[in-house]
């Protein structure tokens, strides 16, 4: 488990002083996958770098199975680090380096016996069904399989968190979809707390246990997923919802944009309003996602009904929440960001005191 306590971050000093993390209260526990979302610019990178100590928080702490480790000293910190594995995005792998040696890396520098290396890392690759691949350079391998060799290489020395930056930003959906439930399997598997950085939140739904939104340098909501989704009055919750194409509801019909607002939504409520309206519902538009046990989405529902009180009030009864949709409306936001640049130079340089 991780919590970060009044995690702050200040660059520069004086009148150039800028916060770029501000008093972050976060946790997650062991088998949960927290996502962090927000714009290009709110603080993610920084809040990775922190996490994993490749930089010093200004103040605050960062705490995993109950040790602070901001404030290790720096050769104390060497060791502490390995309690957190890195995924970086995919371009951070040694090009010179089959996966195997990429994998292997960590191990080396920890200075395990070759024979154990050469164990562990077969047993990592089995882990991410990349056996077939061990000797295969990072050019050889797919988008998807060399994020896979990063996990693999972030899982090396058993960490208890894994701490993923965009790592699958720039992915496909296929291989985004496949990368993301590997991660639950681990998650699973090894009951590692995630830390899943990214400004997609298209995958965010597929990924996390819960999610923060992180605004210039504040969180400024979080809470469990489903929680989110089926609370009306959250923007994140209504951000996360996945967006929709609703046909035409057909001349003398309305559309309305239909909400799950409980967790108890009945799986036939569309027979049910219906039923209650006395009229036929037509069904122009749905997503619905299973999230722990419990239907989240949201719906665009086309009827012909006039009374608009009377409406909603059938939606109600069931869990869901109806309201008029305008011509125009913008179902869903996302976080205007462009993809984010390749990793330069320095930044591979800064990861590689990962290890070192
Ligand atoms: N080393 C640094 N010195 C000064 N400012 C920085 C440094 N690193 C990042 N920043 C600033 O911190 C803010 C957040 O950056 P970053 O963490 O990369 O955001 P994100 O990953 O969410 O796009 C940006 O305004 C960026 O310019
Ligand atoms: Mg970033």
Known sequence: MISLK????????????VTVLDR????????????????????KSTLAQCINLL??????????????LSGLPEHRLRVARRRIGTVFQSASLLSRRTAAENVALPLEYLGVTPAEAKARVAELLERVGLSHRAH?????????????????????????????DEATSGLDPETTRSVVSLLR???????????????EMDTVLHVADSAARLDRGRIVEQGRLVDLLTDHDSALGRALQP???????????????????????????LQRVSADLGEPAALLAATIQNIGGTSTGNATVGLVAPDAVRVEAA??????????????????????????????????RKEAALWA
């Not at 090894?190 to 990214?198: E, G, Q």
Request: glycine share 10%.
């Open 6 to 17: 009044q995690l702050t971050k200040v660059y520069g000093r004086g009148p150039d002083a």
């Open 24 to 43: 972050l209260d976060v946790e997650v526990a062991s088998g949960e996958i927290l996502a962090v979302v927000g714009p290009s610019g709110a603080g």
């Open 55 to 68: 930089e010093r928080p200004t103040s605050g702490q960062v705490v995993v199975n109950g040790e602070d």
């Open 136 to 164: 295969h350079y990072p050019f050889e391998l797919s988008g998807g399989q060399r994020q896979r060799v990063g996990i693999a290489r972030a899982l090396a020395l058993r960490p208890s968190v894994l701490l993923s």
């Open 185 to 199: 399997q681990l998650r699973d598997d090894l009951d590692l707390a995630v830390v899943f950085i990214t400004h």
């Open 243 to 269: 967006r929709l194409s609703p046909a035409d509801p057909g001349a003398g019909a309305r559309a309305w944009h239909v909400t799950y607002d409980s967790r108890a939504v009945p799986a036939d409520w």
């Open 315 to 348: 939606f109600a009864r069931h869990g869901l929440r109806a309201v008029l949709r305008p011509t125009h409306h913008a179902t869903r936001g996302t976080a205007p960001e462009t993809p984010p640049a390749e990793p330069t130079l320095t930044t591979t």
